[in-house]
């Protein structure tokens, strides 16, 4: 997806690299699956690329990652939409 993505777009990995604050040698690895990709990693480019987050990540870490995001907001709805705590 970030592959595709870079050459519609005419961007270099070096660049995508340097907004995603890693090496040249690590988007390599990420984009040819060599590395997991960690997830915040994918939820970075997810947000610098506009690629749907789901397309980053396999499918056992986007139910994972869906999972997460379900637990949250619902943890948000129970306390008001505050997660603050309060003394």
């Known amino acids: 997806a970030l592959i595709a993505w870079r050459t519609r777009t005419g961007t270099r990995q070096e660049d995508l690299a340097r907004l995603a604050e890693?090496?040249?040698a690590t988007m390599s690895r990420?984009?040819?699956?060599l590395v997991p990709m960690?997830?915040?990693?994918s939820v970075k480019l997810a947000l610098i690329?506009?690629?749907?987050?789901?397309?980053?990540v396999s499918d056992e870490r986007a139910t994972r990652l869906l999972k997460l995001l379900s637990d949250q907001a619902n943890t948000s709805?129970?306390?008001?939409?505050?997660?603050?705590?309060?003394?």
């Not at 990420?30 to 699956?33: A, D, H, I, R």
């Not at 709805?77 to 003394?87: C, D, E």
């Open 22 to 24: 890693v090496s040249g």
């Open 49 to 56: 690329t506009n690629v749907p987050i789901v397309e980053l």
């Open 30 to 33: 990420y984009e040819n699956g």
């Open 77 to 87: 709805a129970k306390s008001g939409g505050n997660n603050a705590n309060v003394a």
């Open 38 to 41: 960690p997830i915040e990693m």
